[in-house]
């Protein structure tokens, strides 16, 4: 969406500035004949890797593979995902994990880019930790989290029993599996998130700060009514790209939990593998893909309609 | 591998790993599927519906009836149960298996067990179990016993119970995940996590066994595959022994991998991967294999040449897998659309490990979602 979106700005202004320009006077169809050209590449690119994937995929989810044929089948996988309750639990998971996502990456993000925007000495030594955690690979970081969740000699279950607490079996608890796959999420998100609020923080005027602190603004109202506002373009971005992320969420189920026990955390992504990449049932794994982008669109269709007016750029 | 390649100047074999069984089937599945497949693959015994299905196999009987064939016979009858549909034969057993018991003899003797005799019933695993179970306040620092939450393993139960989950002839639409006796066989293993001898929770494939070499279980289910790791890397002595019976006494479901011949590869590729298997079983080689892995080399012959020979007499625990097979039966899920009825059966043993349902409930649940498998693949039910 968002590379459709630049590429017509792209040609939106190719237009204007080469018809303006001297030296080639046949005017706009010629000058819009060579935009197209400059854009032929990445026009192909795009219907190769975009386009026909989509209406493949499409077409696909009225399909269903048998043996090594594919026949037709309408709306039958659709309804098949809708009456399962074993899907429907996976709709639900993806739901709950992408708005809180949204939620915690928006408003995490924001605090701790605050707390690191403070002029406390040494800050780079607290900044660290956060950042790091962007620059590793989400398997590596599953791997690792693995052992920390290990039921028997993991970290978590060591420190809690230590403390005498009672230890849990954080990744084969159906109540606990979904939760946990999400902690390793925000502990390496979180800081991606924080980047951008701690750039779009620095970039702020020091004296509409400075000027609220004369007046005695508390550091919640400045937070609310001159930070947030003054960092919307930041939110917009982050809240777009915080739930693209976490709906493509599936290294870390795959290596922590294989969306178990009983299915409890599986989600959108892990589904359509294990439908379509381990089973084969193309038809069902299309389904869901095409209900993904379905929800993908709307929410970028709403958030440029509602979000994107509501947002300062100046 | 480039043993066989330095000795066969017409062929060269390239071994691609793919990873576990799973993995592996899904690649091919893929290759399959898209015109591209190896020569040879390794799949499990019950992947030969699924590879009948996509036309990606051929039947071997004129390869084995041929000049250069195979002594099929030679084979154990447990391990050839998988390889048979339609009276032929699709498959070369090579790395085969029955899950076996672990048991940690250390543990034993010092709890006043005899270290020399693994339980041999259910109730004297619950018993023994009970005695294992060593804890440091409320804290339990070794379980009695750790099943793995696996449809593999689970299907061993329910045969002790007296009826397999899977079928026992050529049967591709059967499954039998709600009888009677499968339900006591997953209401057993339940038991174990209510009386504290098995911690509560699923069971990780992977963490039954290094649990077991961290002393933090004293006795496991587990394939005979993975002998030669626990062995190596255990601090303690290890016992090994058949699953413990149930109502109908010893039981199991065997496992592995097996040789499969693609199709579409053409003649001359298909010659090369005979003339490949023929030379990788050969008693010595496979026999050889199954020291370093651990796992039951499938034919008799084997047995009775170095370097097997000498090494059975060596290390007793080799052996146990291979004297448990006259008790175990073919391998489950041999059906159509056997993969996704693997899964559908372990997440109904999870929800059960769980306390999330009954064993009634999560059996009649995955008998439903099995019988909806095997009707989208053509099964008449």
Known sequence: MQSQLNAQHTQGEGRGRFARSLWLPSGLN???????????????????????????VVISSFHARRGRNQIFVGLDNFERIASDPFSQQVILNTVGYVALGLVVSVFGGLL????????????GFFRFPFLATIALPMVSVASIWLFLYSPRVGLFNEL???????????LSDPDLALASLFAVYLWKQLGYFALFYLAALQALADDVLEAATLDGVTFWQKLRHIIWPLVSPTT?????????????????VFVLTQGGPNNASSMALFYVYEQGFKWFKTGIASAMTVILLAVLLTMAMLQFVYLERRVHYD | MAEFNATHDHIQVEPIFTGGYAENMARATAAILSGQPPDVAILLGIDIYTLIQTEGIIPLDDYIASEEG??????????????????????????????????????????????????????ELVEFGKQLVASDGDNVTRWGVEVPSSFWIFANFAIQAGQHIGSLGDEPCAVYLDTPEAIEALAFLRRLQEEGIMPDGAVAWGTAPADFIAGASAMIYH??????????????????????????????????GNFYIMADIGQERQDAAWEFIRWMVRPEQIGQWGIDSGYVAPRAAAWEVDPLKSYAEEVPQASTAREQLPYA???????????????????????????????????????????????????EL
Not at chain 1, 112 to 123: D, T
Not at chain 1, 160 to 170: C, D, T
Not at chain 2, 223 to 245: H, I, K, Y
């Open chain 1, 30 to 56: 010629s000058a819009s004949a060579v935009a197209y050209l400059f854009l032929a590449p990445s026009l192909v690119f795009l219907a190769v890797f975009t386009i026909w994937p989509i209406i493949s």
């Open chain 2, 329 to 379: 039966v073919k391998e489950f899920p041999a059906t159509f659309g056997g993969q996704e009825i693997q899964v559908i059966t372990t997440q109904a043993i999870e929800a059960v490990n769980t306390g999330e349902l009954t064993p009634e409930e999560a059996l009649a649940i995955a008998q439903e979602r099995a019988n909806d498998v095997l009707t989208q693949n053509g099964c």
């Open chain 1, 160 to 170: 809690l029993g230590g403390l005498g607490l009672p230890r849990s079996n954080w």
């Open chain 2, 223 to 256: 394939s005979t595959g993975s002998l030669s790791t626990l062995l190596a890397n255990s601090p303690f002595e290890v016992g090994t022994g058949f699953m413990p019976g149930g109502s109908a006494g010893y039981g199991a479901n065997v496992g592995g």
């Open chain 1, 236 to 252: 917009y971005f982050v809240s777009t790209i915080g739930v693209l992320n976490s709906l493509q969420q599936i290294d870390h």
């Open chain 1, 112 to 123: 701790l880019a605050v707390l690191m925007n403070q002029g406390l000495r040494n800050i």
């Open chain 2, 70 to 123: 195979l002594d099929i016979d030679d084979f154990f009858d447990a391990f050839m149960a998988n390889n048979i549909a339609d009276e032929q034969v699709w498959s070369i057993p090579w790395q085969r298996s029955t899950p076996i018991l672990y048991y940690n003899k250390d543990a034993f003797a010092e709890v006043g067990l005899d270290p020399d005799t693994p339980p041999a019933t259910w109730e």
